[in-house]
């Protein structure tokens, strides 16, 4: 079969190799999949640079999220040849390839309302979305959700969530494309940083109040300014560092302002509480299928062209999800994004 490895660590667009490689086997208690789609994620980039916190050995296949056709089930695993399911990739034999194997405990149904792209897209990003707003926030219907990187992967899912519970939406963005796909997603009000001063617009929005929850995967500049156009008692959820620059919080400033500052390790639930996982993915099929939320995938690109999406999406000029799918045909030059009905709201 044909899988993307890499020797070395560097940048995905240069480490990534696409190879013809040995189908994985199924272990005990795993499963093997046919890849209907694999979702881009910025740990994927990580990983190439050898900067994540999970170090596969060398070589390794990227890919931390699919959605798979069960092929094989392995000694003690549970699952039926045929099963559409959601799972994450055990590393090294990760999903940037046309079959891979998972652990079957983990694996979940996919959703009937979404498509293969969307379903491999709702894992992670929305997980991570529900447990940062509803588990470690509180965000409750109402109050106002500010959500930095609105119109990224990790950064629409949050927007989705809160305006699904009933929130007010303000979305952080750069650029006036990224603007347009916020406004799509429903956010309420969105902020472009690059022409636009954020704590001020939160401020004049929120009549002096600041936002209830920051929801911020970016870090950096990012961090800076929520902690500046928070509320009193309010919450700021770290979920990552996309800028690349992990801030230093100055617990004086949180005491005298009094707002709190949470850290969410989405991976942790699948170990301290998988239950919790399961039950947070029934809410959201249940939410895709009354619509509520819709993974917004801009791009369907082929397996051949992978190494290039991670690299996109690493360097955050991509909006929504770039979903790898194996089984589309390959291209012998850049393409537009393939953009489908119903894809943006």
């Keep these: 079969m044909q899988a993307w490895r890499v020797h070395e660590t560097g940048e995905p667009r240069a480490v990534m190799r696409l190879e013809?490689?040995?189908?994985?086997?199924?272990?005990?208690?795993?499963?093997?999949?046919?890849?209907?789609?694999?979702?881009?994620n910025f740990p994927d980039a990580l990983l190439c640079r050898g900067q994540y916190q999970v170090r596969p050995p060398l070589p390794f296949t990227p890919g931390v999220e699919v959605c798979g056709e069960i092929l094989a089930v392995g000694e003690g695993a549970r699952g039926r040849p045929g099963?559409?399911?959601?799972?994450?990739?055990a590393l090294p034999a990760g999903g940037f390839a046309e079959t891979t194997v998972a652990d079957a405990a983990a694996a979940l149904p996919a959703p009937g309302a979404l498509d293969d792209a969307q379903a491999a897209a709702l894992h992670i990003g929305y997980q991570t979305g529900?447990?940062?707003?509803?588990?470690?926030?509180?965000?409750?219907?109402?109050?106002?959700?500010?959500?930095?990187?609105?119109?990224?992967?990790?950064?629409?899912?949050?927007?989705?969530?809160?305006?699904?519970?009933?929130?007010?939406v303000i979305g952080v963005v750069g650029g006036a494309d990224k603007a347009e796909v916020a406004?799509?997603?429903?956010?309420?009000?969105?902020?472009d940083r690059r022409g636009e001063d954020i704590v001020a617009a939160v401020k004049d929005a929120t009549g002096g109040r600041g936002a209830?929850?920051?929801?911020?995967?970016?870090?950096?500049?990012a961090f800076a300014k929520s902690v500046k156009c928070v509320a009193f008692e309010g919450r700021i959820v770290v979920v990552g560092f996309a800028s690349g620059v992990v801030p230093q919080a100055a617990l004086n400033h949180a005491l005298v302002k009094n707002y709190a500052i949470l850290g969410l390790h989405w991976g942790l639930y699948n170990t301290h509480d998988p239950a919790a996982v399961r039950a947070c993915h029934d809410e959201l099929a249940r939410l895709a299928a009354q619509g509520a939320i819709s993974p917004l995938v801009s791009e369907r690109v082929p397996l051949d062209a992978a190494?290039?999406?991670?690299?996109r999406v690493a360097?955050?000029?991509?909006?929504?999800?770039?979903?790898?799918?194996?089984?589309?045909?390959?291209?012998?030059?850049?393409?537009?994004?393939?953009?489908?009905?119903?894809?943006?709201?």
């Excluded at 509180?138 to 009933?166: D, I, W, Y």
Aim: net charge neutral; hydrophobic share 40%.
């Design 20 to 40: 013809e490689v040995a189908e994985p086997v199924a272990g005990p208690g795993q499963l093997l999949l046919r890849v209907r789609a694999a979702d881009v």
């Design 83 to 89: 099963d559409r399911v959601i799972a994450t990739p």
């Design 130 to 168: 529900w447990f940062g707003l509803h588990r470690r926030a509180r965000l409750r219907p109402g109050e106002t959700l500010l959500v930095h990187a609105a119109a990224g992967g990790v950064g629409s899912a949050a927007v989705q969530l809160g305006k699904a519970h009933g929130a007010r």
């Design 183 to 191: 406004r799509g997603l429903g956010c309420d009000l969105v902020v």
């Design 212 to 221: 209830d929850v920051v929801y911020d995967p970016v870090g950096g500049d």
């Design 307 to 311: 190494a290039d999406a991670v690299q």
């Design 315 to 345: 360097d955050g000029t991509t909006t929504g999800r770039v979903v790898v799918v194996p089984g589309r045909p390959g291209r012998t030059e850049p393409t537009e994004p393939v953009q489908e009905e119903g894809e943006r709201r």
